[in-house]
């Protein structure tokens, strides 16, 4: 692509040619046998790109720029929990990987088996991610944060032949033991696992279970030196299922494919994040997220960037480590999310003045709507672009952004950018399945497909999920709802103004409130509970959650309340995780519900932010609004 052409016209070309600009961006990756259509939407929602050719994510990844830059830096790992770093080449990174693969074959894992992978942020999880691609096989990263109900059900999902996992985590300076988590979740599934890898980083005591159980530094010895060529995929086969929480309380495993996804990387990666081979990027992401997935595996190593990867706190030791880091290891781009930068906000800018950050060309911000005093903020501390970006799980890769690598766009406080390449993107009113054009008019946020490369392929063996759930919530049309509401101003930028569905946003992650509500009734007080997403000016939203109680005399006291509010918090703690952790549970003697018995979870949002609830003429009992309205004015 030539660099003088305009976004504008880059954008046009995407959508009104759509096969003419796919087929340049696939010139990015290697194919080893070359595809005969570029896209089939044959059968929409189900669109295939680069139909009948052949590739590799791992190849791409980590054998070409071995074979061409062998002692280039690919992975730099940095852990200010155990204080250690270490940084693999290209060369190297390929010797780990294709022991790791060796290993899952030598476990009779092969294409098409799934490999759950439940890891905190080491070069192993790395490499099992990578190992999983090389040989076929679709990964399924579970985030480390979740506990054994989540992970249960995800096992029970995807049906993995093998998981990955270690002994523990660390956060803030306190050991998360992971392994008893795994045990539980096992005990919980129906689907059993024939073996379980574990990392032993020495941090937490583990039993090993006999014949299920595998140290992996003691299988691995065997398999050090082993040649394990790449499995060449079908462009439209699986790499990998990510769960994202749903209205439901099954959270749905977003499917991905193989030679789109890489695609969509590679073109990003240049246009987007403007990165170049022997470059260094820097996401401050997790991997059981697809930030983590996109752009602290994939993305840099397809572009042949080194990645690094942290595991840590941004205050840890000092609020300058991120920026400490930047100047040792000259990371050229940078990802967080505006949660981090909130808390950063707190301290001293002479944390990042203090660092040479001349290498830096920007930093792009994704998760959760960025606030404009943040924004601000960080771009009078760091003197550097910052840019916001919009996009979801399913889309792998960001909707809305700035391309700066095709040309230079001006950023506008509180807007993630316009659409990008590919992404057909409309303001829908819910009601009429009408496009809004007016500038600066609520609607939904939704998209016309056919869908871009590396957007999802289905829900992971629901295919009727996938189309009820995203491609018919809008009245009339076959289009893909984001489930989240927004405007578009005279000059086509885009403002994400909150979700329309019961998927709540805290600090980036995207939880179901349908998920601590069935975790939050399961103990035994509870006859009935509603969780809401309320604005929370550090996490973007929290959880608040108001329960009703089988015996409420028996806990009549302020005291007895507050105890068993710690007992409820113990037990999404120990399903969920402390991620789904709500930030108060109330009790009320009942919920505010329409007269046909809908829960009006809307209106009890909106008193938690102050603000007017709307139309309430169809609610049954006001008494119930009116203590949730007392009781959130008394905190």
């Known amino acids: 692509m030539s660099a003088e052409r305009d976004f504008a016209a880059v954008y046009r070309e995407s959508l009104e040619q759509p096969e003419l600009f796919w087929r340049e961006q696939a010139t990015l990756i290697d194919w080893q046998r070359p595809f005969d259509v570029v896209c089939d939407n044959s059968e929409p929602p189900f669109t295939k790109w680069f139909v009948g050719g052949q590739t590799n994510l791992c190849h791409n990844a980590v054998d070409r720029h071995a074979a061409t830059h062998p002692d280039r830096n690919a992975l730099i790992f940095v852990s200010t929990e155990t204080d250690t770093e270490s940084t693999y080449t290209f060369r190297e990174l390929l010797a780990e990987v294709k022991t790791m693969a060796s290993v899952l074959k030598a476990q009779g894992v092969g ?16 490499f099992a991610m990578l190992a999983c691609a090389r040989i076929g096989a679709i990964h399924s990263v579970v985030f480390g944060g979740f506990a054994s109900v989540s992970l249960a059900s995800r096992i029970d999902d995807c049906t993995p032949t093998v998981v990955v996992s270690a002994d523990a985590g660390s956060r803030g300076g306190k050991v998360v033991p992971y392994k008893p988590l795994l045990d539980e979740a096992i005990l919980l599934a129906a689907h059993k696992p024939a073996k379980v890898l574990l990392v032993d980083r020495g941090l937490s005591a583990m039993a090993l279970q006999a014949e299920r159980d595998l140290d992996y530094a003691v299988v691995s010895a065997a398999h050090r030196d082993a040649d394990v060529p790449c499995e060449w995929l079908a462009s439209t086969d699986t790499s990998y299922i990510l769960y994202t929480s749903g209205t439901t309380g099954k959270p749905k495993g977003v499917q991905r494919d193989v030679g789109g996804y890489a695609v969509a990387l590679a073109a990003s990666m240049q246009h987007i994040f403007m990165g170049q081979a022997g470059e260094t990027y820097f996401a401050t992401s997790d991997i059981g997220w697809v930030v983590g997935h996109s752009y602290i595996v994939y993305g840099p190593l397809i572009a042949g960037m080194a990645t690094v990867m942290y595991e840590g706190l941004p205050i840890r030791p000092d609020a300058g480590i991120w920026w400490q880091m930047v100047e040792k290891y000259r990371i050229s781009v940078m990802f ?9 906000k707190k301290y001293d800018p002479a944390f990042i003045k203090n660092a040479d950050l001349s290498s830096l ?16 903020w960080i771009s009078d501390a760091l003197e550097r672009p910052v840019i916001d970006n919009y996009w979801q799980t399913e889309t792998g890769w960001p909707i809305l952004t700035l391309a700066n690598g095709i040309s230079e766009g001006k950023t506008k406080l509180g807007s993630p950018g316009v659409p990008m390449y590919g992404y057909d993107v409309r303001i829908i009113d819910e009601q009429t399945g009408q496009d809004i054009t007016e500038p600066n008019t609520k609607g939904v946020v939704a998209i016309e497909g056919p869908m871009p490369p590396g957007f999802m392929q289905t829900v992971w063996q629901d295919d009727k999920r996938y189309v009820d759930t995203y491609w018919r919530s809008i009245p009339g049309r076959l289009v893909y709802s984001s489930f989240d509401w927004g405007i578009r101003d005279a000059d086509g930028y885009f403002f994400i103004l909150g979700r329309t569905d019961d998927v709540i946003n805290v600090a980036g992650h995207r939880l179901g409130t349908r998920e601590i509500e069935e975790s939050i009734a399961s103990h035994s007080a509870i006859m009935e509970v ?28 302020p005291a007895a309340k507050l105890q068993l509010e710690g007992a409820l918090m113990k037990v999404v703690d120990e399903q969920l995780g402390a991620v789904a952790r709500p930030s108060r549970i109330r009790f009320v003697t009942l919920l505010p519900k329409t007269r046909s018995g809908k829960l009006l979870r809307r209106a009890i949002q909106a008193v938690c932010e102050g603000r007017d609830p709307g139309d309430l003429t169809t609610m049954d009992d006001p008494s119930a609004l009116a203590q949730v309205t007392a009781l959130v004015g008394g905190s």
């Open 336 to 344: 967080s999310a505006p949660t981090a930068i909130r808390v950063l």
């Open 530 to 557: 509603a969780v809401v997403g309320v604005a929370d000016q550090l996490k973007g939203q929290v959880a608040m959650a108001f329960a009703v109680l089988k015996d409420a005399d028996a806990y009549a006291s």
């Open 361 to 376: 060309k920007g930093l792009f911000l994704a998760g959760e709507p960025l606030d404009a005093p943040t924004a601000s």
């Open 111 to 126: 294409k098409g088996d799934r490999v759950l992978i439940y890891m905190p942020m080491i070069p192993e999880a790395t």
